[in-house]
């Protein structure tokens, strides 16, 4: 029998999420103060809007909602995952009252993009933006990199028990410390810290570039932010074409892996375990499909003679391998490059790199480097068993950390996200196909979006089906929160229609 | 009682949804001015490998110097002769391409286009490379030759009376929740003291 909610669990949910609603208000204060610094009074107008609309439902779900009750586990998955939806629909206001979004939706679809991290946009004329709306392009996916649950649990909770179950409900299962408030805080020192760091190494490769000053310092600061969120957004239209530099992309690579890496493993290298790096199962499994995927991609574009020199091959394949693996979404070349010069099988290397994606507990998407690490290690003990005498027993370990023994239940946890991931790519390039979409390009599109990457061949467009964008929008939803917490919501609206 | 608030969810996800699809039209009838534009580049890169193209666009975002040469990037997408912020309706992406010359012939560009900047329109002519050589496979055009052939402006995005009015009202109105929300915490606080 299901039951249905109560009030009280109503109040619940309509506070916690209320309270991440006004985060997202509080967030909206850089942008608004870029606006003014450049005088740019519409866009700061814009802000003053949407930051109100936030506070407005913040602070009525703070006064409508008052409940004393602490947070179960089904109310912290469906407050993480519903936070989720209500800071899309409210964040999406300035974009929309830029006047650059086709629709609403467009304007959703580029907020759910940006706190997914994926980086696939219908924005038009991005190359007319103001400074404020670029800011907050690139807030929303820096936040959201880290989690605009571990926003608020960082600056407006006061660590409820119940603060850890929404953390878990965001895709996040790490305790770097013991405290959950402390260990959001953890993620946000490692993240500033590397924000300076990454910054000032961009915007000094940016003078040396030939950029002005202050456009150095605007655009190495939102390129950073695309890359150690593993986001993708770039403040022109051109992505990373824009710099035609070789430094800039080497920084951008070292950024974006640095983002893909889980923030245990940043931990453990901040604490001093540097021998963790080498050790841990995610960055082995990373490095073997990275250098795998670049090793195809490479030979097929050799093969076909697209690029001119063997440096210029490498550059290119390397610079969008890392990219799409660690579902980054930065490009050196045009979006439909991918089909006129990368052709089918430099498509589906990409394909399989963002796929499987990077580390968990990271600002990254896709499968995950640990659970493909896992089902690797399980696959070799099965085969060991078979070879071994019948009464030997076979045991496994993979490190992350520390040293964990492989059971069962790890293994079958690992096989059945990675084989919700590849039902959620398959479905989705299923509907473009049914779009009349080539089967390559709505499988690159889908896998983009699914996991969290936002490389595009050009299927994602101001011009393609709304049904499309809305299915986008909920697999970029669904990837980034690992299924849980969204399947957890929509039980517990099945539970309001259906309970008794 | 159940199914009237079914009814409700259904015309809320109806009215929502119509407020999703209520589109601003993207019906902008300005095209490229160049053939092969941008777009036709970058979809049959082969066919316009090694070739000399004309290439007319908004100078865009910025000169970045490189010693003797520079690079800068034209548009010649919908908004290359006025941009959304003047008031130009939708027109799609961004499209354009990059472009190497003599620093020299760079700097006759006055305006280059950003929020507030309508930058010039220039057409040059040089010779397009699929993925150039000495750039590391960029797709670029080698210009040889630059001309102006419109001048920036300055772009005005005024804010508009009734959107000031907007935001006045809801900082008012979520001003006086904030004070509520404090003033019924302090009270429930004096309260369980109590």
Redesign the interface.
Known sequence: MILRPRKQDHLLIGKYTGKIVIGVGLLMVIPLITSIVFQ???TA??F??S???C??FG??T??VC?TERDLSWSHGLVVASGSWIVATIIGALPHW?S???????DA?FDVMSGYTTTGLYLM????????GLNMWRHLLTYAGGQGIVVIALTFLFKGTAGAYKMYVGEGKDERLLPNVVQTARAIWLVSLTWLVIGTAALFGTGLL????PV?AFLHGLWVFMGAWSTGGFAP???NT????S?SYEVICIVIMIAGSLNFALHWALWTGNRKELRRNVETVSFTVTLVVTTLVATFWLAKSG????A???F??AFYQLASGHTTTGFS???S??FI??WGPVGMIATMIAMAIGASACSTAGGIKGVRIGIITKAFLQDVRKMISPESAVVRAKYHHIRGILLEDGVVRGALMITVAYMTMYALTAFVGTLYGYPLVTSMFEAVSAGSNTGLSCGLT???MP?LMKVLYIFVMWLGRLEFMSVFALIGYGYSM?RGR | MLRRGKTLILVALAGFALVLGGCRVADNPQRSPNDPSSGALVDAPNDWDGKEVTFTGEAIGELMVRGGKAWIHLNDDAYYLKNVEEGAHLGGYNSGMSVWLDTELAREIDIFGDYKLQGDVVTIVGVYNAACGEHGGDMDVHAETLEITAPGRPAEDPVTTGKLLWAIGLAVAAGGLYALSRSWDSLSRHGSRA
């Open positions: 740019e009074w519409d107008v814009d003053v809007i930051m109100s609309a506070f407005i602070f009525g703070q006064i008052r009252l006047g650059h979004e086709g629709s609403y939706l959703m038009q004329d991005l190359d007319h933006i103001s400074h570039l030939g950029q002005e456009r022109q239209s051109y074409i824009w710099f035609h070789l697209v690029y001119p020199d440096m210029s091959l550059r290119k050196t070349i045009y439909k490059a006129s010069q467009d101001p011009t709304d229609l």
